[in-house]
């Protein structure tokens, strides 16, 4: 197995390496899993993906997450990013329910940080793309954490915020969420620094969901997150994908932002993720709120 680094040192692509084998060949695991903990995002080009295969891949690395209440492939480990109405075939309008979120992909997140319990992992494949547009861009939490003064590391290091999915659904639209996934989903308080226990590695965790700080006001906890979505995504830090047919990529949600760029209305696009779900082994134990703090 190779690695070849891609932008700025978080991302690396597999070669020599399939899905399958890392499906059926421990070593193999052992090895992509390494791969995992030290890039964050993983890049595999050229591969003959099935649902199943990729389920079979996921499973390696955890348990698998149920997509959430009414999403695509609802009840299934499939989340579903399409504009093609699955039952005429055709491409929905700009102001669908589809597309809408779609716009709201496209600001800066960490998948699941609204669940309980959030997301280790995400395997997106690419099914069909679009001629145009429709990039996946990357920034390393890690990178940002490591990048921050000391009195604000410190500030941070035991501070917790709140994550919400209908928060950052309302940027775009105000009825985006539905009262059934608001009540599938109420908000849920995190530490903002989820550390790394394979290499000790601190990163960052905020999305585009998060809307408070434990401690701070509203208008002053959403200068802050801001400044440090800003800190974390700034020029020259950041990784841009352009798809290919066959591309699978797998990233660490506790330690990238991600978000999914614009693409014509009348072009096709159908990505399918599986997402892998955080378990006390991957540091989840240090990041539930201290008794009060929620």
Same mark, same amino acid.
């Given at each position: ?17 399939g899905l399958v084998d890392v499906a059926r060949d ?23 993906? #099935? ?30 990013? $399409?504009?093609?109405?699955?039952? #005429? ?44 547009? *429709?990039? $996946? ?32 659904? *309302?940027?775009?639209?105000? /009825? ?54 800003? /800190? ?13 047919? *066959? ?12 978000r999914g760029r614009p693409w014509p209305d ?8 599986? $997402? ?15 008794? *009060?703090?929620?």
């Open positions: 197995m190779e690695l070849k680094r891609l932008g700025p040192g978080f991302v690396a692509e597999v070669r020599g390496a421990n070593a193999i695991y052992r090895l992509v899993r390494a791969a995992f903990e030290e890039h964050s995002v993983l890049v595999f080009r050229d591969r003959k993906i #099935t649902d199943e295969l990729q389920v079979a891949f996921s499973r390696r690395f955890g348990p698998l997450e149920t997509a959430k209440a009414a999403s695509l492939g609802e009840g299934t480990p499939f989340s579903i990013l $399409t504009n093609i109405d699955r039952a #005429t075939g055709t491409l929905v309008p700009p102001d669908h329910k589809e597309a809408l979120r779609a716009r709201a992909n496209q600001l800066w997140h960490t998948d699941s940080c609204f669940k309980v319990p959030p997301a280790l992992a995400s395997v997106l494949s690419a099914r069909v793309i679009p001629r145009t547009g *429709g990039e $996946t861009e990357f920034a390393s939490l890690r990178g940002a954490w490591e990048r921050l003064a000391g009195p604000m590391q410190a500030r941070l290091a035991n501070a917790y915020a709140w994550h919400d999915y209908a928060h950052s659904r *309302g940027k775009i639209a105000p /009825h985006l969420a539905s009262d059934r996934e608001k009540t599938a989903l109420p908000p849920v308080c995190w530490r903002i620094r989820w550390r790394n226990p394979v290499n000790g590695r601190d990163a960052l965790y905020i999305a585009s969901h998060t809307y408070a700080i434990e401690g701070m006001r509203r208008d002053e906890a959403q200068a802050l997150l801001g400044d440090l979505i800003g /800190h974390a995504t700034a020029r020259g830090q950041t990784y841009l994908h352009r798809w290919q047919a *066959g591309d699978v990529i797998m990233w660490d949600n506790r330690a990238v932002l991600h009348n072009e096709p696009r159908h990505m399918v993720r599986t $997402t892998i779900t955080a378990t006390d082994a991957d540091g989840l134990a240090e990041m539930w709120p201290v008794q *009060g703090a929620a």
